[in-house]
């Protein structure tokens, strides 16, 4: 059979323990090359939590026996999913560390590179002695080490050009097998105007008066909030914080929140399904990450005209194609808040850079369009999957 395209329509089956928007950035890269090739293919999701509808798409709820510890329901997933997808499937897409799938998208770095990255002589020596001893990492180092064999032809899709080096360094065997496939945003909607932006605020239950900088992820620590709220001590007193992401997250964060002295200035709105909203409510995107492999966020950000400050590409993927002071601002230290601040208030002030930054991050984000990118993805399946 043919897709509308004019090329096979496959069957294909795609792997994922959380197949919901507010998942993380993981979930919606799925989510999105999903809904996009829907129409020309046969897609089967697998999933353990699923939170999501598309016309023409197949979902198949995985058992969920092992919540705790996470490893244990890890190798059940993969063993799961390998008996359910065993057969009738072209391909098997897997964002999952499995042993099978003969595409994997990697979108976090390897536990391998983790935890030997740097590591010397006696350092080496006791990490690998921790690793032996600890069921746990010998799962998870077993099921990378499987999912990169690419012996069987399978291809290894990344997320950024900064994890080639990674893979590189972690499983040289591999490298000719990956290629990067990055995430994109739906459409280009440019930014609020104030309407859009008083109904924004209305709804999250934020201030109408001030300047909101956003943060959005799941991770509070990895993406950089303690950075940040030590960063908004500096900012004038009409700045505030608001903070899109996992709410179990806040109670982790009790000290610095105390430490910081700016709980009044902080919104807490918790995993929203569609962050449009958050972008709209917004005057800028502060991402100072300590590690993302790409960083949906800034993309989608740019594509709403925020200016963003994000962390250098030593810490955040996108950054590596991202101009410094021509599509975004860049922390060479996301871990500096006085530079954080500064980068800041620059964006919060200075009218006729935030309109440069603007134009610039729209030009950018319409250079990365799902349509065109699910172009790259389906192209991956049609090799693997040996058909023209």
């Not at 897609?43 to 016309?55: C, D, R």
């Not at 996470?70 to 897409?93: E, K, P, S, Y």
């Not at 740097?118 to 010998?138: F, M």
């Not at 740019?302 to 030593?314: E, M, R, T, Y």
Request: glycine content about 6%; hydrophobic content about 45%.
């Amino acid at each position: 059979m043919s897709g509308q395209s004019g090329k096979p329509r496959l069957r294909i089956a795609v792997l994922n323990r959380i197949f919901s928007a507010t998942g993380g950035g993981a979930e919606r890269y799925s989510i999105a090359l999903v809904e996009q090739l829907a129409q020309r293919h046969e897609i089967h999701v697998f999933a353990q939590h699923i939170n999501h509808q598309w016309p023409g798409v197949h979902y198949h709820r995985i058992a969920l026996p092992f919540t705790k510890p996470r490893w244990i329901n890890q190798l059940w997933f993969a063993l799961a999913t390998w008996w359910a997808t065993r057969a009738d499937f072209d391909v098997v897409h897997s964002h999952e560390s499995t042993w099978h799938g003969c595409v994997q998208t990697v979108h976090v770095v390897p536990v391998r590179y983790s935890l030997l990255q740097g590591r010397h002589g006696w350092r080496l020596a006791l990490r690998w002695l921790k690793i032996v001893t600890s069921p746990r990492l010998l799962t998870y180092l077993a099921l990378e080490r499987t999912r990169f064999d690419a012996s069987d032809g399978r291809c290894i899709t990344l997320v950024s050009a900064s994890q080639l080096a990674v893979m590189a360094e972690s499983f040289p065997h591999s490298a000719a097998a990956c290629q990067v496939v990055t995430p994109g945003v739906a459409t280009v909607p440019g930014p609020a105007d104030a309407a859009q932006r008083r109904a924004a605020r209305t709804q999250l239950g934020l201030p109408q008066a001030g300047r909101c900088i956003l943060f959005v992820g799941n991770d509070f620590r990895k993406k950089g909030l303690p950075t940040l709220l030590q960063a908004l001590a500096a900012l004038p007193p009409d700045c505030y914080l608001a903070v899109v992401g996992n709410a179990a997250q806040k109670a982790l964060l009790q000290q610095e929140l105390q430490a910081s002295g700016q709980s009044t200035r902080i919104y807490f709105l918790g995993a929203l399904s569609a962050v449009d909203v958050a972008y709209q409510a917004a005057d800028c995107l502060a991402h100072p990450t300590l590690e993302d492999t790409f960083a949906m966020v800034v993309l989608e950000a740019l594509a709403h005209g925020l200016p963003v400050v994000v962390s250098s590409a030593g810490y955040c993927g996108i950054a590596a194609l991202l101009r410094d002071g021509q599509d975004a601002l860049i922390l060479p230290n996301p871990q500096d808040a006085p530079a954080l601040a500064d980068a800041l208030r620059r964006v919060l002030e200075d009218a006729q850079l935030v309109a440069h930054l603007r134009e610039q991050g729209l030009q950018f984000a319409r250079q990365h369009l799902w349509s065109e990118i699910a172009l790259q993805q389906e192209a991956v399946y049609l090799r693997v999957a040996q058909l023209p």
